[in-house]
């Protein structure tokens, strides 16, 4: 029977980074570039992890995002109200934000708008079908939960606060030690986005050992069957 294999998939200025991991705490996890998430999909991954929206609400805000923001406490402010799907394909911020004003009720951040080429990528490459093996998951949201229910207390931007989520994904049994990645430019990839893989693959593995959690229990879909979910 073949070994499981584990993906991470966080978005960053080159397109994304793909962490990919066996699950064992003696394997060598290795980090590349990645130009589109549809290269991941055709990995042999049976769990993907990927730090984007899946599903966009249609008539009212996703309950996910409210109840991660509950769980993380001090850091609820990285989880975001994701817009409704007719503004996320709009590409100019006001008028986004006058659609999901008219049906959401609400505006959204800039920063938001700034994902809106990658929330896009993923709902065209994601169906209902393909949600056997992707998972929506917020890096804030698995630190916490390695953190045992505990937020973590820095921001992750911090020489402190990279440190202790280097510490908890290695005390949650990921070999963080062993990652193994090219060294590429800044301008293509974060520090913090190398991290925030490593925490999405961490989540998948969990997910096939059915020790994640997620919100909520039960999902909800959207307009095309997509479940709206966060996982860790």
């Known amino acids: 029977m073949p070994e499981n294999l584990f993906v991470g998939l966080d978005g960053c200025k080159a397109g994304w ?122 890096p804030e949201v698995a630190f916490c939960a390695m953190n045992n229910g505990y937020a973590v207390q820095h921001a992750k931007k911090t020489a402190d606060g990279a440190a202790l989520r280097r510490a908890l994904l290695m005390a949650g049994g990921f070999p963080l030690a062993r990652l193994q990645h090219p060294q590429w430019k800044k301008s293509q990839a974060a520090d913090d986005d190398i991290l925030d893989a490593c925490a999405c693959a961490w989540s998948a593995c969990r997910i096939a050992s059915g020790h994640n959690i997620v919100f909520p229990a039960i999902p909800e879909l959207d307009a095309r069957g997509l479940r709206m979910e966060i996982n860790a």
């Open 17 to 138: 980074v793909m962490v990919s991991w066996s699950g064992k705490a003696d394997a060598t996890p290795r980090a590349s570039i990645i130009p589109d998430i549809r290269t991941a999909l055709d990995t042999d991954a049976t769990h993907i992890g990927v730090d984007m929206p899946i599903g966009f609400p249609s008539d009212r805000t996703r309950s996910c995002e409210a109840l991660a923001r509950r769980y993380i406490g001090p850091r609820r402010s990285s989880v975001f109200p994701v817009p409704c799907r007719d503004a996320v394909m709009t590409d100019d911020y006001r008028d986004a934000c006058e659609i999901n004003t008219r049906i959401l009720g609400r505006k959204f951040p800039k920063q938001a708008f700034m994902l809106f080429p990658k929330m896009r990528e993923v709902d065209a490459a994601i169906t209902p079908q393909s949600q056997s093996r992707v998972f929506e998951i917020h």
